[in-house]
């Protein structure tokens, strides 16, 4: 389970993320969402290091992160994290190469799914095609948690579409998944959670199924009412 | 370890190409250094000797024999060493900066790598090491071609032979060419605390942006009255009381000091404060 | 199988009447091998904890069983099969009967266009 307690980060004056707590569960898709700026990729990089933050605590099963971590649980940035001039074949190597946890069968099977090329020169690649890369860079790992920032936006449709299977295949599954975005249609039957974020504030946690389930209302109703009041 | 040897690798071959270049342009211009003043030193001999009909022994007297010195200190010879070294010293922040500026954020990667972040400072810096190491090195194997190149270029009656321990020892390459292992403990110390002191400014830039900048300036200027500190004291203060080898001590206990904070410091800053 | 699932009802609950569809429809014959949850999920496009949801419910209404670790199936007991097939008749009927009373209808009337209506589509 990943654990964000009563975490708060300023930027200079500014407090992006107020006394910000929820949980994520192993094997379900927590989503987190809000418009844009509200500090959604902020907690994304908090949970993994890459911003400090001024007080809380974040746990990922019960310990703080630390370098044994990034073999448990990885993100997916809404930018590619490797260098422009390699081959998609050379990202693979540098992943193997560092990561214990690497798994070379799936991502050539990913790579398959997409229809790309290992020959495919990450600079040349489409933003749709990018994204996959980054995507398969994440998913090829044998990690329990899996953080996607972002991971449908700016992207065509039939990316989209080919991304959100990803969702529902043997790649998630038994995984904990974060996700953010800033609209819901394409996932709403794919996650189990969903944290409502503005200004840097949780407005709302709750089970998507639960909240049909008893109130008969779908995840964009709840948004509805919690973001009017 | 293994990790670490890894990341040297890898951040050895991103520079790769651009090094292969300096290397390029510093055996072209060396040789062709040789070549253009040697061509020149005759074509002075043979103006003076059969037009103006001077002796060989008056020229010679005159103008000297010809030896690397001369060559040593023309821009042929000390050009491609000062672009060498500036673009290393480019490359001190350019091995930083890369990962972070940009549409490509490698940045996000190295610190998401299953090792400690040290590690990825340290392999930057060894890397910038093993840079400068190759290209003295390079330095000391291309000055016997060269002064084979000028053998056969002018003959022996206007020629003086330097050998290579000679001519590493003229002022402007002594730096570069220590003779002692102490000496060169100390300027290569020296120069890698240097880039750890960069680097350190570097991480407090990337963690604390604009006011990190302050940070990193105020971190440098203490830095380098830490270092400094002993020799002061003992000039203005103490009125020379320490004799040079015990200076000496003194001082490389300041270095050390100065080196491992500059070192801890990173650490600190690249596990704790950096942002991507 | 291509659903459109609405958003306000259950996912589980969605996916549990598509079952019961099939099944009144003989689409599912009994006894016949289900899609395991897995396959369910990315057919359907939901959540494989969804799925596993409507599996346990479904097993414990007693639509589908489960030996050892063999592929789910679809019920063989003749009693539940029937049941299905009147719980959806009764709903339907319970939802036509809703509306038309709304709108004052009388029965024998109602019943008549529904005699009409269902020939005119059976040929």
């Known amino acids: 389970m990943i654990e964000i ?22 094997g379900e898709i927590t989503c987190l969402i809000g418009i844009n700026g509200v500090g959604k990729t902020t907690i994304m990089k908090a949970i993994m290091a890459l911003t400090p933050i001024n007080s809380g605590e974040i746990l990922i099963d019960g310990e703080k992160i630390h370098k044994g971590s990034y073999e448990k649980i990885t993100f997916i940035p809404d930018t590619i994290t490797m260098l ?54 994440g998913l090829a790992m044998d990690v329990d948690y899996v953080l996607m920032d972002e991971p449908f936006s700016g992207i065509d449709i039939f990316s989209r579409e080919q991304i959100a299977d990803v969702f529902t295949s043997h790649l998630i599954e038994d995984r904990g998944v974060i996700i953010t975005t800033h609209e819901i249609n394409d996932i709403e039957h794919l996650i189990d959670k969903v944290v409502l974020l ?18 008969g209302k779908s995840v964009i109703d709840v948004m509805r009412e919690v973001y009017k009041a | 370890m293994k990790r670490y040897l890894k990341l040297v690798n890898f951040e050895f071959n991103r520079f790769f190409k651009l090094y292969i270049v300096l290397i390029g342009i510093t055996i072209l211009s060396q040789i062709i250094g040789v070549i253009v003043e040697s061509r020149a030193y005759l074509n002075r001999a043979n103006e003076l000797i059969y037009k103006e009909l001077m002796l060989k022994s008056e020229f010679i007297e005159q103008y000297g024999t010809m030896s690397f010195a001369t060559i040593s200190r023309s821009l042929w010879f000390l050009g491609p060493i000062v672009v060498c070294g500036v673009t290393l010293l480019i490359y ?77 020892n003229f002022n402007d390459l002594a730096i570069l060419f220590p003779n002692t292992l102490i000496e060169f403990v100390l300027y290569y110390g020296a120069g890698m605390a240097a880039v750890f002191i960069i680097f350190t400014a570097i991480l407090f830039e990337r963690s604390f942006r604009i006011k990190g900048i302050i940070y990193g300036f105020l971190y440098c200027v203490v830095s380098l009255l830490l270092f400094f500190a002993p020799l002061f004291i003992n000039e203005f203060i103490l009125g020379n009381y320490f004799y040079l080898i015990e200076m000496f001590f003194i001082e490389l206990l300041a ?13 600190f800053l690249i596990k704790n404060k950096i942002r991507v | 199988m291509d659903v459109k699932f609405n958003n306000r009802d259950p996912v589980y609950v969605q996916v549990i009447r598509q079952f019961k569809e099939q099944i009144a429809t003989g689409y599912f014959e009994p006894g016949q091998e289900i899609p395991s949850r897995r396959e369910l999920a990315n057919q359907l496009k939901i959540n494989p904890n969804t799925a596993q949801r409507a599996y346990k419910e479904m097993e414990e209404q007693g639509l589908i069983f489960t030996e050892g670790k063999l592929p789910s199936r679809i019920t063989k007991d003749e009693q539940v099969l029937k049941m299905v097939r009147e719980e959806l008749i009764l709903e339907a009927v319970d939802t036509f009967v809703h509306s038309v009373r709304s709108i004052n209808v009388p029965v024998q009337e109602a019943l008549n266009l529904v005699k009409n209506k269902y020939d005119r589509e059976m040929n």
């Not at chain 1, 307690?5 to 192993?26: E, Y």
């Not at chain 2, 071609?145 to 032979?161: K, N």
């Not at chain 2, 270095?255 to 650490?267: K, Q």
Request: glycine share 4%; charged share 25%; net charge positive.
């Open chain 1, 5 to 26: 307690k009563n975490v708060t980060k300023k930027f200079g004056r500014k407090k992006v993320l107020k006394d910000v707590s929820f949980t994520a569960k192993k």
């Open chain 1, 84 to 137: 422009p001039q390699m081959q998609i074949r050379d990202a693979f190597v540098f992943m193997a190469d560092f990561y214990d946890c690497w798994n070379q069968g799936r991502a050539t099977e990913l790579l398959q799914f997409f229809k790309l090329k290992e020959t495919d020169r990450i600079s040349e690649l489409s933003k749709g095609n990018t994204a996959k890369v980054n995507l398969i860079l």
């Open chain 1, 198 to 215: 503005d200004n840097g504030v949780v407005l709302k946690e709750f089970d998507a199924e639960e909240v049909r389930e008893k109130e």
């Open chain 2, 92 to 168: 001190v922040f350019f091995i930083w900066y890369r990962d972070w500026l940009g549409k490509n954020t490698f940045g996000y990667r190295l610190l998401m790598l299953p090792t400690a972040r040290m590690n990825v400072y340290v392999a930057k810096a060894t890397t910038i090491l093993l840079y400068v190491l190759g290209l003295v090195a390079l330095q000391l194997l291309l000055l016997p071609v060269e002064s084979q190149v000028l053998q056969w270029m002018v003959p022996s009656e206007f020629r003086t032979d330097l050998s290579v321990n000679e001519i590493t």
């Open chain 2, 255 to 267: 270095g050390i000091l100065v080196l491992s904070c500059a070192i801890w410091t990173g650490n």
